[in-house]
Each structure stands twice: as C-alpha cells, then as structure tokens.
C-alpha cells in the first residue's frame, strides 16, 4: 500500500511523489509527537540527499523551493483524530531540475539520519527511492 500525493506542478496531471506503509506508520506516530509535518529534499551530498522531515512551518520555503504535492495520512488508528492529516513536500528548485523526470517514494529504512529531522531519535530514517517516469 502506497499514499500518493496531490498534483501541485501547475500542468501536470501526475503525482510525483509517495509513501510506503512504512513511512505512513512512522510519519503517524511522528504527527502525534510533533503535530503537522513536512518535507524537505535540498540535494547535495550525504545527509543533504535524504529527504527531511520537519514540524510543519519550521523550514521556511520560498521561490528556490518547489512544492511537489501534498501527502495526506490520514490515521485510522483507534485512538487518533481521523481528520486529514497533509504533509507538504518541497523540493530545491535546482535539484527539482535534475529530478524533474522521476517520481520519488519516501521509505524508512533503519539507522540514524540528520539529526535536524524529525524521525532522527526514532533510529529509522526517510530515505528516497527513485524511478524514470514514462
């Protein structure tokens, strides 16, 4: 099962980006410990290549950024609010440049990330798994 986002690119008629299950679980118990969430892909080497995760708000977007689409986890566990739960994910412009022609899908995989993301204490981190679109 995968969570597909909204269209956002003006034009398009595709979602470029998704979650695993994985990604949702965690992105759950994520929303809850630090409420609205969003992404972060910048580029660049080591941990810069990772998408990162970060309270909604608290990494400032701008016209060098483009929004990809909004992913909505929504939560149906027993307990939690069901309400629609969107995460943004952003993009650096330039890196969208190289990347324009792929559609991105945000696993978790074990191991510590950037310690300025969120899922860092959680010692699992979002890592992207790439693919041509036709």
Not at 40 to 68: K, N, R
């Amino acid at each position: 099962m995968t969570v597909e986002a909204s269209v956002t690119i003006p034009g398009e008629t595709f979602s470029r980006v998704a979650l695993t299950e994985s990604a949702v679980e965690l992105l759950d118990k994520l929303w809850l410990l630090h409420g609205p969430l969003m992404f972060h892909q910048s580029g660049g080497c080591c941990d810069g290549s990772s998408p990162m995760c970060y309270p909604a708000g608290e990494f400032i977007t701008a016209e060098a950024d483009v929004l990809l689409g909004v992913l909505d986890i929504s939560s149906d566990t027993p307990g939690t609010d069901a309400d629609s739960r969107p995460i943004e994910f952003w993009m650096s412009r330039e890196q969208f440049e190289y990347w324009r022609h792929t559609h991105l899908t945000v696993d978790v995989v074990p191991g510590r990330g950037s310690g300025f993301s969120v899922e860092a204490p959680e010692g699992k981190r979002f890592l992207i798994r790439s693919r041509l679109m036709g």
